[in-house]
Structures are given as structure tokens and as C-alpha cells.
């Protein structure tokens, strides 16, 4: 089967099946705290940040990247739907099929990589869209800064790319939802006490996301999508090995 078969397949996995919400679910969430944080805290939220941004669409970016925990809802959307691939997998014994048969794994593995890519992708754009349709709402700025907005969802896709690499090589290893399930709520949890130290957020991939937003420090920014970059060639690399040398027994 062609690497397109594969990943078309994870698609119609997608289609037919609740993940479709949890990839929907983020934007809702995103969506209705914003209207709510603008309907009644608008003058208030722009007061805050006026000592830092004079803009108002700049401190929508900032209030809903680090007051309305967005990537917060990013970080669990990527982490549920890649959990929910693996568990149809395994539900419906492909694994078995894969591990059994003399088929090519790299694309089995590479084709779940690009489906939570893009599905990261297509949250991160919409996201984007919806700032920008917020901003211009309730009048925010008299232009809004669409550059901005590409940059900001730019670093977002960059500081992904470690965490979604890194559950995919977790799957390769560990073929046990609950066990996976645990390994990702014990490190969400261990890597919060480190939110306020940014020498360790660019090298954490829980937290990668944290630092994310246009108006962080430069230096730290560029090193987190450095670091996530190279997480992503290290995780994958270690992924498709480990996957490839999979035995039936091993599942």
C-alpha cells in the first residue's frame, strides 16, 4: 500500500470517528472565551496589557495566549487525537495486520506523523482566522496586523513539531493506551512546576508552546524552534527504528 493510501485511511479515521471533535473542540473553546473575555472585560483586558502592547489587536494575542490558556488547548488536542489514532489501531487489530504482515512500516509510521501534522495545521490556521475575525469585531485596532498573525501561527506550527514527534515515537515503543495515556498526563503535570523558567521551556516539548507567542524574547523563541525542529528529526528517526524492529509479540 502507497504512503497516500495510508494516510488517506488515517483521514477516513478521522472522518468517521469522535476525533473529528476533539480537532473541532479547541476552536470552540478558543472561540467562545474570547467572545465572553471581550463582551465583559474588554476595556479592563486592554488596560492591562497597555503597559506593554498599545495595540489593541496585540493584546488579544497576548490575552488569549496566556490568559485563555490556548496552548494549553493545542497541547491536548495534539495529545488526545494522536492517543485516538493509536487506540482505532489497536480496536480494530491493524497492528496485529502490521506487525504480521510484510508491509512497509515506515509509511504506516510516517502517514500517522503528517495526519496529526496537518490536523495541528489546520487548528493553528484557524485559530489564526478567528483572531483576526475577533480583532475585528470588537474593533480592536483600526488595521489588523495579518503579519503578525502568520508569524504567530508560524512559531506555533515550529513549537509543535517536538510534541507531535515525540507522541508518535512514544506509540512505537508502547502499544498500551493507558499506559500511553499516563505517560503524558504524569509529564503535562511534571512540566507545569517549570512554566515560569524559560531556560528549561525551550527544551521541554510540553512547554515549547508556552513560549511561542511573537512578543516573547527572541533568543528563547528561535532557540524553542530550534530545539523542536530537532526533536522532530531525533524522536522520528528513533520512531521509524524502533517501529521497524516491532515483533506481534511486542504489541
Not at 488579544?60 to 489501531?89: C, G, K, M, R, V
Not at 515515537?169 to 495515556?181: A, P
Not at 517549570?194 to 510540553?206: C, G
Request: aromatic fraction near 14%.
Amino acid at each position: 500500500m502507497s504512503f497516500l493510501n495510508y494516510l488517506n485511511l488515517e483521514f477516513i479515521k478521522i472522518k468517521s470517528s469522535f476525533i473529528k471533535y476533539v480537532i473541532i473542540a479547541p476552536l470552540i473553546l478558543s472561540a467562545l472565551m474570547n467572545i465572553l473575555d471581550m463582551t465583559f472585560r474588554k476595556e479592563s483586558m486592554l488596560k492591562t496589557y497597555n503597559k506593554v502592547v498599545t495595540d489593541g489587536f496585540y493584546s488579544l494575542i497576548i490575552e488569549n495566549h496566556l490568559a485563555l490558556a490556548w496552548p494549553l488547548f493545542l497541547l491536548l488536542s495534539i495529545i488526545i487525537t494522536s492517543i485516538s489514532l493509536f487506540y482505532i489501531d489497536m480496536k480494530n487489530n491493524l497492528l496485529t495486520h502490521i506487525f504480521a504482515s510484510p508491509v512497509n512500516r515506515s509509511k504506516y509510521y510516517l502517514a500517522k506523523l503528517v495526519t496529526i501534522l496537518i490536523s495541528t495545521t489546520l487548528i493553528i490556521i484557524m485559530e489564526g482566522i478567528l483572531l483576526i475575525v475577533i480583532g475585528k469585531v470588537f474593533s480592536l485596532s483600526n488595521t489588523i496586523d495579518i503579519e503578525l498573525v502568520i508569524r504567530y501561527m508560524w512559531f506555533e506550527f515550529f513549537s509543535c513539531l517536538g510534541i507531535i514527534s515525540f507522541q508518535v515515537l512514544l506509540f512505537s515503543m508502547v502499544q498500551d493506551i493507558m499506559f500511553l495515556t499516563t505517560i503524558n498526563i504524569v509529564a503535562l503535570f511534571g512540566s507545569i512546576p517549570f512554566l515560569r523558567n524559560p531556560s528549561i521551556i525551550q527544551y521541554n516539548p510540553y512547554l515549547q508552546l508556552v513560549n511561542c507567542m511573537p512578543f516573547s524574547d527572541s533568543d528563547l523563541l528561535i532557540g524553542a524552534m530550534i530545539c523542536s525542529i530537532s526533536y522532530m528529526c531525533i524522536f522520528n528517526i528513533l520512531g521509524i527504528i524502533c517501529f521497524n524492529h516491532k515483533d506481534i509479540q511486542g504489541e
